[in-house]
């Protein structure tokens, strides 16, 4: 069974500065890694995946990620944070091996960024 | 519709009682997810249908949760005899296909309270 594990539960940055949101996977063969992110009283809105090819995948509002296959990383980027990027941000995998199966993600605990100006 | 579409948004209800929560997915989108998301957790998937069929039900936690799509666009995840752990957002998504790779665009989910 695949598993995701996001190890801090809140990440405070100052705006300006660059952000980091970690993220672990463990999962059967290789991944499809996903990044979420929930506003309040809003659903969870696609970020940027990571399907094949380039290890550093670029999404939405200058977001970017790093799929690093010996460390089973995909931590979150973002080069100079704002404050409306303060949320909750979710990582999530579902293996390949399911092919047109579903994808059934499995979410970590979700991470809450702050942005402090 | 433009996106994914939950009824209601808030319901709360008493211990015992059944409810309904409804999902209308965008259009077009043969794939549909419920997921249930606790107080500080993360989603946890729960039923995933493609068409009518409900193609992996693993994830409903007992006999007391059921879910339906009869025509392949609206669904219906259906709560018997609630407890109050079944307090939760519960969200559904919706997606293109059923590749692993596919996007699954949430809706905004609707809060259960159990008293």
């Known amino acids: 069974a695949q598993s995701v594990a996001q190890p801090e539960d809140q990440v405070n940055v100052a705006e300006g500065n660059p952000l980091t949101v970690k993220c672990t996977y463990s999962v059967s063969g290789n991944p499809y890694l996903f990044w979420y992110v929930q506003y309040p009283n809003r659903g969870l809105q696609f970020l940027l995946k990571y399907i094949t090819g380039d290890n550093l995948v670029k999404g939405s509002y200058g977001f970017e990620a790093e799929f690093n296959k010996s460390q089973t990383s995909f931590h979150l980027k973002k080069p100079s944070a704002l404050v409306s990027d303060s949320a909750l941000y979710f990582c999530?995998?579902?293996?390949?091996?399911?092919?047109?199966?579903?994808?059934?993600?499995?979410f970590g605990g979700g991470t809450r960024l702050m942005v402090k100006p | 519709g433009a996106g994914v579409s939950q009824t209601p948004s808030n319901k709360v209800t008493e211990k015992g009682k059944y409810v309904e929560l409804r999902c209308d997915p965008i259009s077009g989108h043969t794939a549909l997810y419920w997921y249930r998301q606790s107080l500080g957790q993360g989603p946890e998937f729960l039923i995933y249908f493609q068409g009518t069929g409900a193609a992996d039900d693993s994830g409903l936690p007992n006999d007391r949760f059921f879910a339906v799509r009869p025509e392949g666009s609206v669904s219906t995840l259906k709560i018997q005899r609630t407890e109050r752990g079944d307090s939760a957002v519960y969200l559904c998504?919706?997606?293109?296909?059923?590749?692993?790779?596919?996007?699954?665009?949430f809706g905004a989910g609707s809060r259960l309270t159990v008293l």
């Open positions: 999530a995998v579902s293996p390949t091996m399911n092919n047109n199966a579903g994808n059934m993600l499995t």
């Open positions: 998504a919706s997606s293109l296909g059923s590749s692993g790779a596919n996007v699954l665009t």
